[in-house]
């Protein structure tokens, strides 16, 4: 038999479950030994921590309607595992176990990968990596520093502004965004790929590619703006990305083999711990 018992401990929520669940009571004890929490099925129970956690910054109306549905499913959840658990296999227990032995072993790797394995990595190491494998770090794309100036198709000065942007004489640039430009976007310090730049220029990626082989200054147009990038360095596609855009990767790539051997290490340190203890027993056939 199935015995749902409900912690009344707020008026309002209390009147909501007696409503939904309420088919027993509970003693004193389980009160005292189960504080904090609102429903118990079966010996498996709901916090009211979980309950305040799906309603914050409800109305009363909806909290109610959330928690009402919340613990119905529960409930139900709750029922069907029981029911579920008297047709396991001696199979199915057993996946269960490597299951939950897999999943405690993952979270205490992750465990130690945070708080004990080190992040630091050196420009030697990125550099070593770097150049032993220069076919690893090719560009699939073009990446371009520079600037990217957007002005109505009316704008006056188009022309100063090409010579402008071509020395570049940054203090006129400046000055003339401000008073025309509808958009304007420096970035000579960080690289920029062509996926980016097409989303803030109306302009094919084929075309685009081919422009940048042999031009500096691109120039683009619809029937309202007028989109004028300047290049102050490239990198086409195919050739070997610069060491400082491909960091990031390198580094994440060291600290991948890091975390291997880390754990193989872990994993041997434990095992060796447990022979010298004599915790593990072989048995002769």
């Known amino acids: 038999m199935h ?11 209390a009147v909501v479950l007696v409503a939904c669940l309420l088919c027993g009571a509970c003693t004193a004890l389980e009160k005292k030994q ?6 118990e099925l079966n010996g498996h129970y709901l916090y009211r ?7 914050v910054g409800l109305s009363s109306e909806d909290s109610m309607r959330v928690t009402q549905q919340y613990i119905s499913q529960w409930a139900k959840d709750i029922l069907l595992y029981d029911a579920a658990k008297s047709y396991a296999t001696s199979e199915m227990e057993q996946m269960v ?9 993952q979270a205490y790797e992750t465990y130690l990968i945070e708080r004990r394995m080190p992040k630091s990595v050196s420009d030697t190491m990125v550099e070593r990596v770097y150049s032993q494998m220069p076919d690893r770090f090719q560009l699939d794309e073009s990446i371009v520093k520079g600037m990217l100036v957007v002005i109505p198709s009316d704008a006056p000065n188009i022309v100063k502004l090409r010579q402008w942007l071509s020395k570049p004489e940054m203090d006129a640039i400046e000055k003339y965004a401000y008073q025309n430009a509808s958009g304007y976007e420096l970035f000579d310090t960080q690289w920029m790929t062509i996926t980016e730049l097409l989303a803030h220029m109306p302009v094919e990626r084929a075309d685009l590619e081919t422009a940048l082989k042999t031009k500096n200054q691109i120039e683009v147009s619809d029937s309202l703006q007028v ?4 290049v102050t360095e490239k990198y086409l596609r195919g050739a070997q990305m610069p060491l400082e855009y491909a960091r990031p990767e390198i580094e994440q790539m060291i600290l991948n083999a890091r975390q ?3 754990l193989q290490k872990e ?4 095992y060796n711990e ?3 203890d004599k915790k593990v027993n072989f048995f002769n056939e």
Request: glycine share 4%.
């Open 260 to 262: 291997v051997e880390f």
């Open 3 to 13: 015995r749902i018992c409900i912690f009344m401990k707020k008026t309002g929520l």
């Open 49 to 55: 921590s979980t309950l305040d956690s799906l309603t």
């Open 274 to 276: 447990a022979i010298q």
């Open 227 to 230: 989109y004028i990038l300047q």
């Open 34 to 39: 189960r504080a904090g929490a609102v429903v």
């Open 97 to 105: 176990e490597d299951y939950r032995r897999t999943l405690y072993a």
């Open 267 to 270: 994993r041997e340190r434990l």
